[in-house]
């Protein structure tokens, strides 16, 4: 079965600084990955997502990713945070084979300080 | 623009006392799924919808159930809430179940049970 961790269940960071954000998935093959992320009583957004390729990605509001197959990890990285990044931030594991549901990590609040 | 829409967004309801959730879509997608988030939890998907076939998780309680009368619409039915139901309920749609598939969120439905 697939998991996702995300060792980090909070993180500060000031604004203007650089963010990194864990993921670790354990999945059989290379699965597809994903980071959502989930403003206070908002539904998720979709942020960047690996299917195959390059494994650096680009997605929306500054942030990419990047796949490392050897260390099973798919961290979220964005060079200059702003205060309205604060949220919480879900990665996600899909399976390449049958009904794709997905498996999503614990999620590490991002907390910006001034 | 096209979305997803959930409603109500915050529902009280009693202990044991039948409620029911809505989600509408017009991306006209073919999977509609509802997920299931406790507080600092990760989305837990309690089951999905492939058009009108019904794909239920193994772990997901009897009393929990759903509805797709159509293609934009799909129902959340707690037949006797507990206080350990209290969560928010998101909903989400995916153009097929592929895992390239993106899925799309709504904002969730909060519910209290009292």
């Known amino acids: 079965a697939q998991s996702v961790t995300q060792p980090d269940i909070h993180i500060t960071v000031s604004e203007g600084a650089s963010l990194e954000l864990r993921c670790n998935y354990s999945?059989?093959?290379?699965?597809?990955l994903f980071w959502y992320v989930q403003s206070p009583g908002q539904g998720l957004q979709l942020l960047l997502k690996?299917?195959?390729?390059?494994?650096l990605v680009q997605g929306i509001k500054g942030f990419e990713a990047e796949f490392k197959r050897s260390q099973s990890s798919f961290n979220l990285r964005k060079p200059s945070v702003h205060w309205s990044d604060a949220a919480e931030y879900f990665c996600?594991?899909?399976?390449?084979?049958?009904?794709?549901?997905?498996?999503f990590g614990k999620g590490t609040m991002l907390l910006v300080s001034p | 623009d096209a979305m997803v829409i959930q409603n109500p967004r915050y529902q009280v309801t009693q202990f044991g006392k039948p409620v029911t959730l809505s989600c509408s879509q017009t991306?006209?997608?073919?999977?509609m799924y509802w997920y299931q988030q406790k507080s600092s939890q990760a989305p837990k998907l309690l089951f999905h919808?492939?058009?009108?076939?019904?794909?239920n998780e193994a772990d997901t309680p009897d009393n929990f159930q759903s509805r797709r009368p159509n293609t934009s619409f799909c129902f959340l039915d707690i037949r006797s809430p507990g206080l350990g139901d209290a969560a928010m309920y998101l909903c989400?749609?995916?153009?097929?179940?592929?895992?390239?598939?993106?899925?799309?969120f709504g904002p969730g439905t909060r519910l209290t049970v009292l």
């Open positions: 989400a749609t995916s153009l097929g179940a592929a895992g390239t598939d993106t899925q799309y």
């Open positions: 999945y059989g093959a290379t699965p597809y």
């Open positions: 690996y299917f195959s390729g390059d494994t």
């Open positions: 996600a594991v899909g399976a390449r084979i049958g009904y794709s549901t997905l498996t």
């Open positions: 991306l006209n997608h073919n999977v």
């Open positions: 919808y492939y058009d009108k076939d019904f794909n």
